[in-house]
């Protein structure tokens, strides 16, 4: 079941329940700004959502939840105001062998109103048994794979490091492990 609760203060009312297999889940996360005030030097910490929210209603700013089903092969685009799902990627249909994801899954934008890309490890198993971290869009459509180092499945958390600031780009850290060997290692 996929249970969303709405805090109010001292209470709390059930949303909505969904009959939704899931073992994982990830959703985009806006992060506040530090800005100053203007007639002091201190530094105060403000939503951007709160800003978003305040303009607009609750059910156009629904940022979507992404759900990866038990069986690791599917992934569910949902939307929190009312369990709603918007769409379904069938990982094995994509690959036209067994898919599974492997690690946690990560969403990431370009910017705050940026479109979702779910990042993850997959294993795809063809004539032969390959691992990768790969993109897909908000529509479900891959936008990149890479095979990853001594073919290792990728494991737990992919974590994305910035570079601003640096003549390096963006990159993505991940660890990843087989029979014989464990390894961490960056995509850019």
Sequence with gaps: ??????????????????????????????????????????KTRKSKLLDIISSKSVQEV???????????????????????????????????????????????????KGIDNVIFGITV????????IMSLDSTGEMQWKVPTPSNVAVIGQIAGISSEGTNFGDMLVAFGNNKESGSVFAIK
């Design 1 to 42: 079941m996929f249970w969303a609760i709405k805090d109010e203060g001292d209470n709390a009312s059930l949303l909505y329940k969904r009959t939704i297999s899931a073992s994982r889940m990830a959703m985009y996360e806006v992060n506040g700004s530090l800005k100053h005030k203007s007639k002091s030097n201190t």
């Design 62 to 112: 629904a940022i979507p939840i992404w759900l990866l089903s038990e069986s690791r092969s599917l992934i569910y685009k949902v939307y929190p105001t009312n369990g709603s799902i918007e769409l379904t990627v069938n990982l094995t249909s994509m690959f036209g062998g067994a898919a599974e994801v492997t690690s946690d899954m990560m969403v990431s934008r370009s910017d705050d």
């Design 125 to 132: 198993k063809t004539s032969s048994i390959t691992n990768y």
